[in-house]
Nanobody, 126 residues
């Protein structure tokens, strides 16, 4: 599956952004979906993940209470609503997908995902 992320931009601290990730030509209903991010000079880190079926979610501690992941399988999309953005949220954000069955606690492992979007840049100024 080919994933296309969008919605990034330059915002000020405290602002909100909504990232979208769409799949080309197929439904995402059979995929586990996740968002990861990578800041310059840092390793890629998990942000949020959502299971298929149950829709169970998991978040990185750094974004809990501020970010919300959701999915719309009919529209072949996964979203990341980001509120109360901080400068430390500045990074390139990537969506990812896998058809593997993952338990909630394993949503955060990048190696578990087989498909990746190209990334969208989020810059938060102070």
């Amino acid at each position: 599956v080919q994933l296309q992320a969008s919605g990034g931009g330059l915002v000020q601290a405290g602002d909100s952004l909504r990232l979208s990730c769409t799949a080309s030509g197929r439904t995402l209903s059979t995929y586990v979906l996740g968002w990861f991010r990578q800041a310059p000079g840092k390793e890629r880190e998990f942000v949020a993940g959502i299971k298929r079926g149950t829709g169970n979610t998991r978040y990185a501690e750094s974004v809990k209470g501020r970010f919300t992941i959701s999915r719309d399988d009919a529209k072949t999309s996964v979203f990341l609503q980001m509120n109360s953005l901080k400068p430390e949220d500045t990074a390139t954000y990537y969506c990812a997908a896998t058809q593997s069955s993952l338990i909630t606690s394993s949503l955060g492992w990048a190696a578990n995902y087989d498909y990746w979007g190209q990334g969208t840049q989020v810059t938060v100024s102070s």
